[in-house]
């Protein structure tokens, strides 16, 4: 499926890669009837939606709630099969929606996508921290702006509404201009402390949504209610990567092997999930400023003659180690009785690399991740 906001192309492939049908439908009550009338004729089937956690996401839960197997298919992927397949670069519905058929059909593995209402509740409570987040910088950003313009030399970087209103209260401007910036100011730090309440409010309804799944990341020094939260519904099931390399490499904090003829270097990782990386990025910040292992980390590796920067980047690297071996030991104390194995799939072993406590391997070095092992997740034999 190529999904859109008000339509969906769909293209029925079998396994062999023989095309069986296809078609456009609306996103309407009647248009999605008409689509589930029209694959009822497949009952052995599997979707593959392309963006499930993006512009699918509306098709998908619609999908899950009729009880349909769905696997995700990273844009990406279905970029690149169109390519291979077609020769150009040119795209239509149609194109998009075989190029998604071939990945769903070929590649083992895909991520398949449940109905974790827990994972819902929690994906929408964090989005909704965030935005508030967001609207506190940009308020905060335009209360410096006209504070410079009310208070000679403005006010100090970090400012609470509480601050700047005391601030506020010392400002008589007399022309029309210096009035309109004194109200428009005074209505900012309104908005400031209605973000602080609602934020407040936010952060203890998601720890105890946090603590409810029974996760130790928040045990984690760094890992607030919303990081912790952000790393459950973005991973989703830890045990889809094979080892912590190919968590390194989600997370962006892989660096990546740039080395040249006798010339050993690696560069910084721009890929990855952003949005884990910046989790990681703040939870490195919180142990530089205490005495932590991390502080410990990250001052030896200055010591070994690393700059500031790239003994940042080595302890995000170990601290996604450890996050990936906190979540692995959640995983394995909440699936133990299904007969997975003390690294979290079947057939691990406790000498594997993703139970090791104490790594052999210096992880802030390690390059990106060889191949993974194709172990198909999900039945693929007929994809619709």
């Known amino acids: 499926m190529d999904p859109h906001k008000r339509t969906v192309t769909i293209e029925v492939m079998a396994s062999d890669e023989t095309v069986l049908g296809g078609g456009r439908f609306e996103t309407t009550i009647e248009g999605y009837a008409a689509m589930r009338e029209y694959v009822d004729r497949w009952p052995d089937r599997v979707w593959a939606i392309e963006g499930c956690a993006g512009i699918g996401k509306h098709i998908a839960a619609r999908l899950l709630g009729d009880e349909e197997q769905i696997v995700d298919v990273p844009p990406k992927l279905s970029a690149r099969a169109r390519v291979f397949s077609t020769g150009q670069g040119r795209k239509t519905?149609?194109?998009?929606?075989?190029?998604?058929?071939?990945?769903?059909?070929?590649?083992?593995?895909?991520?398949?996508?449940?109905?974790?209402?827990?994972?819902?509740?929690?994906?929408?409570l964090v989005d909704r921290r965030r935005s508030l987040g967001e609207d506190h910088s940009r308020m905060i950003s335009q209360l410096h702006q006209l504070l410079l313009l009310l208070i000679p030399g403005g006010a100090k970087k970090f400012l609470s509404a509480a601050q700047a209103k005391v601030l506020l209260a010392g400002v008589r401007p007399r022309d029309a201009a210096g009035k309109?910036?004194?109200?428009?100011?005074?209505?900012?730090?309104?908005?400031?402390?209605?973000?602080?309440?609602?934020?407040?409010?936010?952060?203890?309804?998601?720890?105890?949504?946090?603590?409810a799944t029974g996760t130790s990341l928040m045990d984690l020094r760094g890992i607030g209610p919303s990081g912790a939260a952000r790393l459950l519904v973005e991973v989703g099931d830890i045990t889809r990567f094979p080892n912590k390399a190919h968590f390194g490499s989600w997370?962006?904090?892989?660096?990546?092997?740039?080395?040249?003829?006798?010339?050993?270097?690696?560069r910084l990782s721009r890929g990855?999930?952003?949005?884990?990386?910046?989790?990681?990025?703040i939870m490195a910040t919180v142990q530089l400023r205490n005495a932590t292992i991390g502080r410990a980390y990250y001052d030896r590796r200055k010591n070994d003659g690393k700059t500031s920067m790239e003994a940042m980047r080595a302890l995000k690297r170990r601290l996604s180690d450890v996050v990936y071996r906190t979540m692995l030991n959640?995983?394995?104390?909440?699936?133990?009785?299904?007969?997975?194995?003390p690294g979290g799939q079947p057939g691990t072993t406790t000498d594997?690399?993703?139970?090791?406590?104490?790594p052999d391997i210096?992880?802030?070095e390690k390059s990106l991740p060889g191949p993974a092992?194709?172990?198909p997740r999900t039945t693929n034999a007929a994809a619709g």
């Open 373 to 375: 092992d194709t172990q």
């Open 251 to 266: 997370t962006g904090t892989a660096p990546i092997d740039a080395s040249s003829g006798d010339q050993v270097r690696h």
């Open 330 to 341: 959640d995983a394995i104390k909440g699936v133990g009785a299904a007969g997975t194995g």
């Open 93 to 124: 519905d149609a194109t998009d929606a075989h190029s998604v058929a071939l990945v769903g059909t070929r590649m083992a593995g895909l991520h398949p996508v449940v109905d974790d209402q827990q994972l819902a509740v929690l994906r929408t």
């Open 362 to 364: 210096d992880a802030s």
């Open 272 to 281: 990855g999930n952003r949005q884990i990386n910046r989790v990681l990025h």
């Open 352 to 358: 594997s690399s993703a139970a090791d406590s104490n």
């Open 180 to 211: 309109a910036r004194r109200r428009v100011a005074a209505e900012l730090i309104a908005d400031l402390e209605r973000v602080y309440r609602r934020s407040k409010a936010a952060d203890k309804e998601l720890e105890a949504l946090v603590r």
